[in-house]
């Protein structure tokens, strides 16, 4: 069965282990993928995650990341470009995230990068995430 949206199947798949409080989940691999996944992970929602190579595309493993009284760290993750829907912003239009506690992932024409770094670099893109 083919997928429409993987980065939000991605996105469902963290938002609903995180809730179920499970450790890890698995997500199918891309590069995209990967690269938001390391976001995750400098950013500090994530603890970890790995590519685990298999016959097909291959397996994200994500571990998710809890404080030590078991509370979540990633509180929410909404996606906002869908295939459908394509959101673009412009350099002095990027959205700040419950004012500057969240953050919003874009793809850039300088790869996908946080928020922050966008403006830092002063480039515009597509905005796949809203992470708080």
């Known amino acids: 069965m083919s997928m429409t949206d993987p980065i939000a199947d991605m996105f469902t798949r963290i938002r609903n282990g995180n809730q179920a409080f499970h450790d890890k989940v698995d997500v199918p691999a891309s590069r995209m993928k990967e690269e938001i996944a390391a976001l995750l992970k400098a950013e500090g929602y994530i603890s970890e995650y790995k590519f685990i190579e298999d016959r097909r595309q291959g397996i994200l493993r994500v571990y998710l ?68």
Do not use: N
């Open 65 to 132: 990341k809890y404080t030590p009284k078991r509370e979540r760290v990633l509180a929410g993750l909404k996606r906002v470009s869908t295939p459908s829907r394509r959101v673009y912003v412009r350099r002095d239009a990027i959205p700040r995230v419950l004012r500057g506690l969240g953050m919003a992932i874009l793809s850039t024409s300088q790869g996908i990068m946080s928020d922050s770094e966008a403006r830092r670099r002063g480039v515009g893109g597509e905005v796949l995430c809203h992470v708080w």
